[in-house]
């Protein structure tokens, strides 16, 4: 079991001590019962998803399908700065 060091303000101790005091919990068991209703009430977003929602996809010059083809790609600026020697 791994042990966490967190530091609160003084009013964020007064209402731990009060939801451990209401509840009969220790002050552990209240932070992590804490924590598990976070994470289960954050959103679970693909990258995809993020990237759309920040308005990456598409910000960008450049052929549409580089990473379908970015083999293609790579050998053809290859030869075209071989050429420019």
Same mark, same amino acid.
């Given at each position: #079991?791994?042990?966490?060091?967190?530091?609160?303000?003084?009013?964020?101790? !007064?209402?731990?001590?009060?939801?451990? +005091?209401?509840?009969?919990?220790?002050?552990?068991?209240? #932070?992590? !019962?804490?924590?598990?209703?976070?994470?289960?009430? +954050?959103?679970?977003?693909?990258?995809?998803?993020?990237? /759309? !929602?920040?308005?990456?996809?598409?910000?960008?010059?450049?052929?549409?399908?580089? +990473? !379908?083809?970015?083999? /293609?790609?790579?050998?053809? /600026?290859?030869?075209?700065?071989?050429?420019?020697?």
């Amino acid at each position: #079991m791994k042990v966490l060091s967190v530091r609160l303000t003084d009013s964020d101790q !007064e209402v731990l001590d009060k939801v451990s +005091a209401a509840t009969g919990k220790t002050p552990s068991a209240v #932070m992590k !019962e804490a924590l598990h209703l976070y994470a289960g009430q +954050a959103p679970s977003k693909s990258p995809a998803e993020l990237a /759309r !929602e920040f308005g990456l996809i598409g910000a960008f010059a450049g052929p549409v399908d580089l +990473a !379908e083809n970015a083999k /293609r790609y790579l050998q053809k /600026r290859i030869r075209a700065k071989r050429n420019r020697r």
